[in-house]
């Protein structure tokens, strides 16, 4: 399973953002996907998580700003990002788990490669 993710970069604040991850490998419409992202020395967090039913989580500094969804169609999750914030700066990591999990939140089996978004003016 590879995971492919695109769409970082530098946006000013209060502007937005999607990113984008596209899913090879596997039948995309089982899996349960989601995003993490990473700062400089901080432990990942996990920031939004979408189930294969369409059921959204988001952590609570991005929730009614940020979107996970997905299209089957075309094997990609995106993630959509306004308002965004200098502390929204990270790497950002498209995930996925095995058909076997309902939901990111509880297990996580394949990563992507990381894109970075920088929020700065």
């Known amino acids: 399973v590879q995971l492919q993710a695109s769409g970082g970069g530098l946006v000013q604040p209060g502007g937005s953002l999607r990113l984008s991850c596209t899913v090879s490998g596997t039948i995309f419409s089982i899996l349960p996907l989601g995003w993490y992202r990473q700062t400089l020395g901080k432990q990942r967090e996990l920031v939004a998580a979408i189930t294969r039913g369409g059921n959204t989580n988001y952590v609570d500094s991005v929730e009614g700003r940020f979107t996970i969804s997905r299209d089957n169609a075309k094997n990609t999750v995106y993630l959509q990002m306004n308002s965004l914030k200098p502390e929204d700066t990270a790497v950002y990591y498209c995930?996925?788990?095995?058909?076997?999990?309902?939901?990111?939140?509880?297990?996580?089996?394949?990563w992507g490669q990381g894109t970075l978004v920088t929020v700065s003016s």
């Open positions: 995930v996925a788990a095995r058909d076997k999990y309902t939901d990111v939140i509880v297990h996580t089996d394949y």
